[in-house]
């Protein structure tokens, strides 16, 4: 594909297009010897085709955060996000209504993928609500300017004794100021 939008490899072994390189830099979070190795194994496959991707790492509050939700200076963002949602929406990351609410900082918008994941949200059964889900999935991996590398699965007790305490989709610690346990 690179070859037919006219980019060619260069002496360098990096792509070239109009007498401009093939580069980006892509920033992400330091800190994180899982993001550290992740970050170079993407920085290697995209060499391999001959693009240079120049890996940035940076201070979350002051570079990743004003990056993502309101300078947007970056042409790569690399972020990780944990929300424990037992339903398996994603609408956290692109539901319309989730702008300044949820993980939807790039603003991503299709009232098709609404529509889905609103339905699948109210759907009794199982089968039916997977097969929804997956269509909205769908929908968002073809339209979003995101990649998605994996999702893991959290898991998450707590005490009987615990009182006040409610799971949160954006992680258990959030949680903590609220609770008070019982004697």
């Known amino acids: 594909m690179l070859d037919a939008a006219g980019w060619v490899v260069g002496s360098d072994g990096i792509r070239e297009k109009d007498g401009q390189k093939l580069s980006f830099r892509l920033i992400y979070q ?4 899982v993001a550290d190795q992740v970050v170079a194994a993407i920085q290697d496959f995209w060499k391999a085709i001959g693009v240079d991707a120049q890996p940035n790492a940076g ?29 398996g ?5 692109y539901g319309t209504e989730s702008y300044g609410a949820g993980f939807n900082s790039m603003k991503y918008s299709n009232p098709q993928y609404d529509e889905l994941a609103k339905q699948a949200n109210v759907a009794l059964d199982p089968a039916k609500r997977r097969d929804l889900l997956i269509q909205a999935t769908n929908i968002a991996n073809d339209d979003a300017p995101a990649c998605i590398l994996w999702f893991s699965k959290s898991r998450i007790g707590y005490n009987v004794r615990l009182q006040n305490f409610s799971p949160r989709v954006n992680g258990l610690l959030w949680s903590l100021p609220y609770v008070t346990v019982a004697s």
């Open 30 to 33: 330091t800190g994180s010897s």
């Open 59 to 87: 201070d979350f509050d002051t570079v990743i955060i004003p990056a993502a939700t309101s300078t947007f200076d970056f042409e790569v963002l690399f972020l990780g996000f944990d929300w424990a949602s037992p339903s």
């Open 89 to 93: 929406s994603q609408e956290a990351m």
